[in-house]
């Protein structure tokens, strides 16, 4: 039972740059949902789906794009990197309709954008 | 305004004593769930506690347990006990509502650190 994957695990991007952030559950997970964490300032939502085809945006969503095609997989796309993007990123998931569930996270990607 | 607010940065106790992590919400949901998670220095969330807001005992799992006081808005990690390996950064969550099930607020988080 692998939970929540992220890959990859760490990454330099130049400013600019593109690239796909990804992430895979294989617990039938309706919701799934991309933090980020710096220091000092907890992990805020960046987007969230409730379910296959379904995307909203969380707190701090600019700059950061989503697709959930299948109920398994939930990419995180950095459309063009800044240096203000340098952050710690994970993916969680969790049931939709039970209280009493938690969150489970993925092991995180440490980003740098340079 | 912050819906969880950690109001301790940095917290230490000694190893086998017992230490209280502060937590209080804002909500004006009737039904909401709290959280409590656990991050090492290798990095990964691990989940410790769960506590409902229609839950009438204080949730409970080994050595942690949630002091949960509804009308004051508070949902205190205690560690009982405290071990070297709880020197680690402590988050506090909520969810809340019916609209956004799964979406989780996170406060700033508390760094233990244990001592022999």
């Known amino acids: 039972n692998a939970g929540v994957t992220q890959t990859p695990k760490f990454q330099v991007l130049k400013t600019g740059q593109s690239m796909t952030l990804q992430c895979a559950q294989d617990?039938?997970?309706?919701?799934m949902s991309w933090y980020r964490q710096d220091p000092g300032m907890g992990l805020r939502l960046i987007h969230y789906?409730?379910?296959?085809?379904?995307?909203d945006q969380g707190e701090v969503p600019n700059g950061y794009n989503v697709s959930r095609s299948t109920t398994e997989d939930f990419p995180l796309r950095l459309l063009s990197a800044a240096p203000s993007q340098t952050s710690v990123y994970f993916c969680?998931?969790?049931?939709?309709?039970?209280?009493?569930?938690?969150?489970?996270f993925g092991q995180g990607t440490r980003l740098t954008v340079v | 305004a912050q819906k969880i607010t950690q109001t301790q940065p940095g917290m230490f106790v000694q190893e086998k004593e017992a230490v209280t992590l502060d937590c209080t919400y804002d909500?004006?949901?009737?039904?909401?769930?709290l959280f409590w998670y656990k991050q090492p220095s290798s990095g990964e969330m691990i989940f410790l506690i769960y506590?409902?807001?229609?839950?009438?005992q204080n949730a409970t799992e080994g050595r942690y347990s949630l002091n949960f006081q509804k009308a004051r808005k508070s949902a205190n990690l205690v560690i009982s006990a405290s071990q070297l390996g709880d020197s680690a950064m402590y988050f506090c969550?909520?969810?809340?509502?019916?609209?956004?099930?799964?979406?989780?607020?996170f406060g700033r988080g508390t760094q233990l650190t244990v001592w022999p």
């Open positions: 617990m039938n997970h309706e919701y």
């Open positions: 789906s409730v379910g296959a085809g379904i995307t």
């Open positions: 969550a909520m969810r809340e509502g019916q609209g956004t099930l799964g979406r989780l607020y």
């Open positions: 909500t004006s949901d009737q039904s909401y769930g």
């Open positions: 969680a998931s969790s049931y939709r309709d039970r209280w009493r569930t938690e969150a489970f």
């Open positions: 506590q409902g807001s229609y839950d009438e």
